[in-house]
């Protein structure tokens, strides 16, 4: 298992992606090797970058004393996390539609949904994570307390 497939499955605990949705989310076909799609992978760095983008945006993009409320850093989360739930949701959900899975797998529509609001946990918990170090917020001119500090 890769550090994405663990990362996501919360080292085997996580009810919401079942085993065969694993082995879907990590590439199983047909011929029984794991040579497809690896979504851990790509959703599990895209959700890291985009966090990031997220945490630029707000801090040192926009940067405007006018934005830089508590409520806005909020609405700036809320994007990242619900652009994280759909594409988690959509790009697996479109395998999942076109039949690109191994046959004696049985993954639902639900299965995606799982993983999906798995990414966007993840992806609050980054976006978080990223705005708690003092030194790069400082950089910002006019966020730089935001949402800390009054």
């Not at 663990?6 to 040579?35: H, K, M, R």
């Not at 799609?37 to 966090?51: K, Q």
């Not at 993840?122 to 966020?143: D, E, G, Q, W």
Request: with cysteine; charged share 15%.
């Amino acid at each position: 298992m890769s550090f994405w497939s663990n990362l996501y499955e919360v080292w085997g605990t996580n009810p919401l992606i079942n085993p065969d949705t694993s082995q879907f989310l990590q590439g199983l076909t047909d011929a029984g090797d794991y040579s497809g799609t690896h979504w851990y992978s790509y959703i599990g760095l895209s959700c890291a970058v985009s966090s990031l983008l997220a945490y630029l945006v707000f801090y040192h993009f926009i940067d405007k004393h006018s934005f830089s409320s508590r409520w806005n850093w909020l609405l700036v989360g809320l994007i990242h996390m619900g652009t994280n739930f759909l594409a988690a949701f959509l790009f697996s959900y479109n395998d999942l539609r076109l039949e690109r899975i191994a046959e004696d797998l049985i993954v639902k529509s639900i299965d995606c949904a799982g993983f999906a609001f798995t990414n966007m946990v993840f992806a609050a918990l980054l976006y978080i994570i990223l705005s708690l170090p003092p030194y790069p917020r400082k950089l910002s001119v006019n966020a730089k307390y935001t949402p800390w500090k009054k």
